[in-house]
Structures are given as C-alpha cells and as structure tokens.
C-alpha cells in the first residue's frame, strides 16, 4: 500500500496551519494564478512559482497524486497596451487578436523556458484564457441571473452587497473596506464603488469578443473562476498565488465562484511573500527587477537560484541579493560533495558499521516532519546537513558499506525529488549524451555533415562511442 505523509499548510482563509485531506483521496487537485504574458518574468514572479512548485513537489514526494492547473492570462489591459501600438485605427478586430496573440505566444514560449530552467514541472493544465472566454461568459450570465451581477452600458459588474462573505479571505470589515485599491479606470457606471467588472464593454482600438452585453472582453478575476471550475470541479483543494493577489484578486475568485455554486469553492488557500529589492518589492513598475535571464548572464546557474529561493521559508520576505546567491551555491556545492563521495566505489569489505542507520533515520523523520509543517524548508535542509556533518566525521573513522551508502543515496533521491538540486551526477551526465546525440541526428538529417563531425568528436572526447544502428537509431557506450 502506498504511503502518504501528512502535509499541513497556513490557509489565509482560516489563518490557521491546517492539514490537508483532498476532497478526492490521495488526489490534490491545485490550482495556481499564473503569468501575464507580455513580458519576461521578472524573478520576483518566479519566486511565486517556485514556492508552488515546491508545494506540488513536496506533495507528490509525499505520496498524493497532483493535478495541477496553472493559468495563462493573455489578454489583459498591459497586454493590449503593448501589443496593439503598431496597428492602424482601422485595423481590423482580427487583426487586433493576432496582435495580441504574437506578443502572448511570444512571451508564453519564454516563460516556459524560464520554468524549464529551473526544473519547475509543467503543470498538468495550462489554459489561456483566450481559449475559454465561453465558460467565462457562462459563468458571468449565472451571476446575473442569481442577482449577483448587473450591466451598464455594455460592462457586466459584481454586485458584493448580494455576496454576504465578501471580505472573508482578506479578513475586511465589510464597512471599513477601501474602495480605491480595486477599482479599475473604466467603472464609472457601477451601483457601487467596491464592485468590480466581470465583462469590459468595448473601447476604440482594443481587441473584442461578442457576447450577450455587446462586444467587449472579460474582466482578469473572472478567467481564474471559470477556467478553474471548468478544468479542476467544484470542489478544489489549493489556490495559491503571491500575497498581493488575496485582495482584490483571490477574494474577487471567491466571490464569483461561490456565488455561483452556493457552497465553497477552495478548502486551502495558499500564499507566497514578495522577492524584495533593499526594503521594496521587486517590481515592473518600480524597475528594481532582474530576469533569470540576468542571472545566468552574470554567470549563475538558475538551478542556484531555485535553491537560494527555497532554502527561505515561502512565507517569510527575501531581500535579493548577488551574496546570498552565492551563499546558495556554497551549500549547493557541499551537498553535492557529499553526494558525489556516497556515490564512490567503496575499496576493499567493510563491516556493516550499524552507526549511520539510526542517523539516516532521524534525518529523514526530521526533514519529513519540517516539510509536513508549513513546508519549513530552513528545517528541513538543516536535517540535511547534520546528516552531512554526522556522516561525513563517520566515514573519515569507518568507510560506511556500499548497502549503508545506498540507504543514504535513496534519502538524497528523495529530497531531490523535491529541491531538484542535487541529481544522481551520472544520470544527469546521461541526459547529456542524449541530448549531444539528438543534436548530432538533427545535424545529419540536414545534412550538415560538418556539425554532425563536431558533435561526434565531443563526445567521443567525453569517452562516449557511437553505435550506428541498422533501424538507424543510435546507441552509445562509455569507451
Ligand atoms: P503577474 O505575471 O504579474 O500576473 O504575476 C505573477 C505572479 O507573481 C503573481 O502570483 C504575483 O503575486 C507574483 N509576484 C509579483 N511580484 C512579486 C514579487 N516581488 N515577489 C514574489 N511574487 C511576486
Ligand atoms: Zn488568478
């Protein structure tokens, strides 16, 4: 029978460190704000998807299945302003969605790449809200024909004096309540100030779509709603997002979702805290931001990266810095050392010492009951390293067996399972090889006979012989 760890996370909505127990057993079913695809993603963005990563991997290593569904938004006010600026005034409606689909596709490609880069694994479902603007009207006609949202002048808002638990996951006072934050240029009409659009009207050189209003465009809280209803049910177990979306984003969701299901939508909702820069969040329109592609021009490796983000707590602030990056692969480093002597052919036949099997099994209780704890990842690489420290004083008195040494390598597989950082050397090596031989048939099916000759001494520098195969696969062995 598989084994499943308990996992227990802060939900914002009860403020409270909670467990986890799916609404389907054994399945988690996740789903996550993501990127507005009209730029690169600054690194502050990619500590909020690294936090999810971390939660999906620690899930999956926990023995629960995932189903993760994470958003793409392309279509959006920043989008159009940036996409729609070379067109003429007379530019078709098709011609404006190309536009914008040439900057989306664009920019989606690179953020992929960006996710790629530092081992986050693709979600289970990726969808753009272009691609469903139906379920997104459906769910705006329910609304309003609960009594929950009304039209002006071709804009569809929320009406939240019909939804009495508005406030609940920002914890408002409902008579208190700000109305500046949320309220976007173009809702004059509304009945009142805190109601916020679910379907835009149409304006001069924007991009739109038909719907019962007249033509105009969904509103950004509504595509989370309908897409993730759609995609993951009724009942989901996680949302997360960065802490700047609980108000008005995450609670804007709740208020859309549940007002039309008449039950709750999300068990656990999850937040990660901001990236800052000397005191302020890293942001676009501070201009305080790097790229990953920033890091790796400056020389680091984006798996560094990775590790310098998840070493900190996902709830506490970071401040970046180029210091504490390099504080990361500092430890990074020691790990893998550690690693690469545990992987060493052991000389001679040693007793069984009897001494590293009870220290392997604190670590792993300790790290297991760090990560079920909120994700405490400061914990959980501690227990690491005093398996380090304890092991490696062991093994300079009494070479630890190749059966003691295997037991810790299964320990390092698990927690790489969920860091990714510290990989088995030759597996990653392997993967090397494949992708030089992919390269090389590539070249040859071009017939670019002279990068396949390069690829093909490459390897054979690295002790790797080719095999050319009669199916005309190609196989290799280690010279
Ligand atoms: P966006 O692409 O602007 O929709 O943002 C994507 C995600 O990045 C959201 O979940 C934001 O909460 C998150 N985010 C934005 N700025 C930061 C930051 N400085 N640190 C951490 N997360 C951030
Ligand atoms: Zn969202």
Redesign the pocket.
Known sequence: MRIIRPISLFNTLSRKIEPIIPVTPGEVKIYS?G??VYNF?HI??L??FLFQDLLKRTLLAAGYQVRHCMNV?DVEDKIIRDSQGELPEDATNEARHEAMKALTDKYTVFFLEDLDAMRILPPSVMPKATDHIGPMKDLIQSLMDKGLAYEREGSVYYRIAGFPAYGCLAHLDREGMQSGASVDMDEYEKDQAQDFVLWKAAKPFEPTWDSPWGPGRPGWHIECSAMGMEILGDRVDIHT?????VFPHHENEIAQSEGALGHPWVSTWVH?E???VEGE???KSLGNFFTLRDLVEKGFDPVTFRYAIQSNHYRKLINFSFEGLKAADHSLKRIRAFRRRMEEVVPGTWEETGESAPRLEKARTDFWAAMGDDLNTPEALAAIFTLISDLNALDDRVALTRKERDAVLEFLDETDSIFSAWPHEAASLDAEIEALIAARKEARDTKNWAESDRLRDQLKSMGIILEDRKDGSVGWRKA
């Open positions: 704000c990127p507005t993603a502050g963005n500590r909020t938004t997002g960065g802490v700047d979306l990660g901001f990236l800052m969040k890293m942001s």
